[in-house]
């Protein structure tokens, strides 16, 4: 035990505790078992201590695994039998699993405390099992579909021809399987170029979903990272920090944004660290673990010469072109729409003609751009009802509909013109 001097002392500085605790268990490995916990819900405390310790002592670690709906279900019908409360239907069981596919023995065992909070209205006082005395005032949403969400989406044809491809693989290799005949799973790793706004993370963010739902990836966590989570201030701390982010994604998509800031100006680098231990991360898990690497076309290149492996372990690049004035129309349609507001032929006309100027300006945003558009349009129209507010009574009508006017927003003026001139003027005599 710590006296309370001590516990002052090293309260203030969490480097501090970390060395004193690595110090307290060198000290006593030899007559003590220690047991260090990571709580789901608080990942990472322990790293640092680890790093410490790794060059003195050996841990053994022991992560809580994932299931099987019908392993999650025969646990939950256990616990349920060892309940002292009446007991449920093997079907109310398989309800309060949900729609999941795969459980943790944590959620086991959240789910069974509910049905046991729950068992008195619904076992025992049946009578009463529909009276709710704090009624719901929220509605909730129904979540659309991941798949719909991506076939909605403008442009994307490339993309949506690829996960049709990863989709039809492992469907024949499910049957090629129950044939007895063995297939090596195939790498599905990937790298995503295309300039910013182009739907590169949404496309990633829906992947994961997606194939989640087809049985491709176990989880569907989609983890998202750049190099300030990658790469550490200190000397062995890289690698740990990688393999964690790799854990962490674990049956679903682990996406490396702007994965080119990795690279260093000079070789031997935590940079070079990271990247290699990126790529024997990616052999160790390419069962489990589908990385996308994402960021600018010409510096993705420099990104992928940087390490011999690297190339060849991605198994699909997929471009993002910038949008067209066309397609920038239709995400403008596609957003008001799903907002609540029907944009007039006129509105979509006049925004189109200003898209196919800014389309020629260097980095202008592509979706990001229109969607920045749309939300000075909105305060626009904001500005227009509230000035007309006591003239006339604002009905439902008049607050979804937009005009051209609303749409003579900053964002669509040439460069030149928004740019503020500044500095001085001389006249010559």
């Known amino acids: 035990m710590c006296s ?23 000290k006593y490995q030899r007559n003590t078992l220690f047991i260090l916990v990571d709580f789901h819900m608080q990942r990472g405390g322990l ?50 699993l949900g729609d999941r596919r795969t459980f943790r023995a944590s959620d086991i065992h959240q789910i069974h405390e509910k049905l ?11 009578a ?9 005032t929220t509605v909730q949403k129904p979540v659309q579909d991941a798949a719909a969400i991506l076939r909605d989406m403008v442009g994307l044809k490339q993309q949506k021809e690829i996960l049709e491809q990863i989709v039809a693989a492992f469907a024949i290799r499910k049957m090629r399987a129950t044939l007895g005949t063995e297939t090596k799973r195939p790498s599905m790793h990937m790298c995503f170029t295309g300039n ?19 049985n491709i990836l176990p989880t569907g966590r989609f983890i998202e990272c750049g190099r300030a989570d990658l790469v550490a201030k200190y000397v062995g701390w890289t690698a740990v920090c990688v393999k964690e982010k790799f854990r962490a994604a ?56 940087a390490n011999e492996g690297l190339r060849s372990r991605i198994a699909f690049h997929v471009s993002f072109p910038d949008y067209t004035a066309d397609e920038l129309a ?31 300006q260097a980095d202008f945003g592509n979706g990001r751009f229109v969607r920045n558009v749309f939300e000075q349009a909105l305060m626009n129209q904001s500005q227009r009802l509230w000035t007309l507010r006591e003239q006339n009574a604002l009905t439902e009508d008049s607050l979804r509909q937009l005009t051209v006017a609303d749409f003579n927003v900053a964002a669509l003026q040439p460069v030149r013109q928004r740019q503020a001139s500044m500095g001085f003027s001389v006249s010559h005599a």
């Open 4 to 26: 309370c001097a001590e516990e002052e002392r090293y309260a203030g500085s969490y480097e501090r505790v970390n060395e004193y605790v690595a110090g307290m268990i060198r």
């Open 128 to 136: 009463y099992q529909n009276l709710d005395f704090h009624p719901e």
């Open 196 to 214: 910013p706004g182009s739907a590169k993370t949404t496309v990633a963010r829906l992947l994961a979903d997606i194939l989640s739902k087809e």
């Open 250 to 305: 674990r049956g679903g998509i682990l996406f490396i944004d702007e994965a080119y800031a990795l690279l260093d100006d000079r070789s031997g680098s935590y940079g070079d660290e990271a990247i290699s231990t990126i790529v024997q991360e990616m052999e160790n898990h390419r069962e489990d673990v589908i990385v996308i690497f994402a960021g600018y076309p010409k510096k993705m290149q420099a990104f992928l010469d």
């Open 47 to 96: 790293k640092n201590l680890l790093t410490t310790l790794r060059e003195d002592i050996s841990f053994v670690h022991i992560e809580e695994g994932a299931g099987s709906r019908a392993q999650a279900a025969a646990y939950l019908q256990r616990l349920d039998a060892q309940s002292s409360m009446p007991h449920y239907t093997e079907h109310e069981l398989e309800q309060a």
């Open 116 to 126: 046991y909070r729950d068992a008195l209205k619904n076992k025992s006082y049946r």
């Open 330 to 360: 239709e995400i403008l349609r596609l957003i008001a729409h799903q907002q609540g507001y029907t944009l007039t032929e006129e509105i979509v006309t006049h925004c189109r003609t200003q898209f196919s100027s800014v389309c020629r």
